[in-house]
């Protein structure tokens, strides 16, 4: 447990601004898009 | 006519039902067998785990969508294979045992002409004892199961707010468990839910693994790339343990569960004690345990299954040390090495081998994750069987096999980390391939273009939608087929 703990201490810890822009709902539909299109084009490569 | 006989009603065996119906005539005949009279879109299971979701928004009855499509059911359990048929009659046939109320527990024979093994998995939780709802641990693998944990984490959280501090473990129940992203799911929903209800505080939240670093995830961990710079799942899953205050135990092989305590041994050989007032505990997984007999009555199962109940493929299984592991050992047909009328696509095919490092503890115990096989992948491959059969049965049996293997397919996994419209979070993850190439990708295994990993609203979004998404193509609603699988 011990060296997973330390692991997890020195981890990087996400800003208060970038856990806010994980919430914003204009910058998430962005990312949705975003996202979206690089899972379509995991899935196209899989269908082939 | 042909009939195409389809063991398990899961994602495998209904995707494969669906587009057979849809794509062979009328005089032709599709047939399920599968012991549950619902379908269960069993992601969303961790929604019901945690109460935010019911098990009727989770599942359907099965038998008006076989109805409406002109497919047979039968609720039942699969028990034997006759590949060959019998000494009276050479058709190939499988004995099926009713779980229908009324008829429960009548054994019956169904001939076929092809046959798709889609029993996915069962969860074996006697390798472990005390483990599951039948013990002393809980779990979410079915609806029910998930609805019975979602009772006991509102008793949880009744007593933190009565200011009594509680330790939730959640994991993986056995050293050799398979689906870390669902147990990963389940934390981060249930750390959400204790904050949610203002009990964050008075409450430890436990990881324990059999993963040998957090972000494994059954596929050897993945590298993505952000803002210029190569990253590990590993980081990054750490990083999310931090913000989210969630302690992880990895490298564990939980050893048995008494009421309020886990044992278990790790990699270095070290024995521990947890004690947990709440613990959801994933089981290993086994394939369904059909048994087969030639057409002399002799028992041809180890022929036809692998040790752990899965059927054997296409694949390479030769045993073979990790360095040597290739992504070519990997089945891209499904046909049953022994009978190229039998398929096995989803988790009913037996893996040539794992995608993480095999460990084991000086004691011997294996402590490495089994290979995940998601939802996407189980769907894939239905797909390409249904196709092969189709082909097979239009063509003749000389029509070539689609192909599909996990080598060359990609996988969307995206990870519930907490549930709400404005509230929730998920890690949205791209891998490309499931199984690592090193031939094509010789850095990582995968190709950096199409492996990725973002956490936020958008993943939850994508979750939510992906739900409604899957239940209407499961209920083969207009135009299903144009979802892809
Ligand atoms: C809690 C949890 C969360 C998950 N979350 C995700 C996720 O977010 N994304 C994702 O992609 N995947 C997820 N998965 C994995 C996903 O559920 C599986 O990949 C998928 O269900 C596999 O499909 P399958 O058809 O092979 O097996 P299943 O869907 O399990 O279907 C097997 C079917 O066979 C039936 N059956 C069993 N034995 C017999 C028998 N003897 N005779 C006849 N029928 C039989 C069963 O009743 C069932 O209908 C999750 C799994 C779990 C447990």
Known sequence: ?48 | MARVVILGAGVAGHTAALHLRRWLGREHEVVVVSPNSKWNWIPSNIWVGVGRMTRSQVTFPLAPVYRRKGITFHQALATTLFPEGTADDPTPAVEIRSTAPDTAGETSRLTYDYLVNATGPRLNFAATPGLGPDGNSLSVCTDSHAEHTAGELKAVIAKLRAGEPQRLVIGTGHGTCTCEGAAFEYTFNVEHELRAAGVRDKAEVVYLSNEYELGDFGVGGLTFTERGFTTSSRTWTESLFRERDVKAIVRAHVQKVEPGVIHYEQLDGSEHELPFDFAMLLPPFRGADLTAYDRDGNDITSRMFAPNGFLKVDADYTARPYEEWSAKDWPSTYESAAYPNIFAPGIAFAPPHGISVPRKSPNGTVIAPAPPRTGMPAGITARAVASTIRDRITQGQQAPAHHASMAHMGAACVASAGTGFTQGTAAAMTMYPVVPDREAFPATGRDPRGTSGEIGLAGHWIKAILHYLFIYKAKARPLWFLIPE
């Open chain 1, 1 to 48: 447990m011990d060296s997973t703990a330390e692991s997890i201490a020195a981890a990087p810890l996400p800003t208060q601004r970038t856990l806010r822009m994980r919430r914003n709902v204009p910058f998430q539909l962005l990312r949705f898009a975003a996202i979206n299109l690089r899972m379509a084009g995991v899935i196209l490569r899989g269908h082939k």
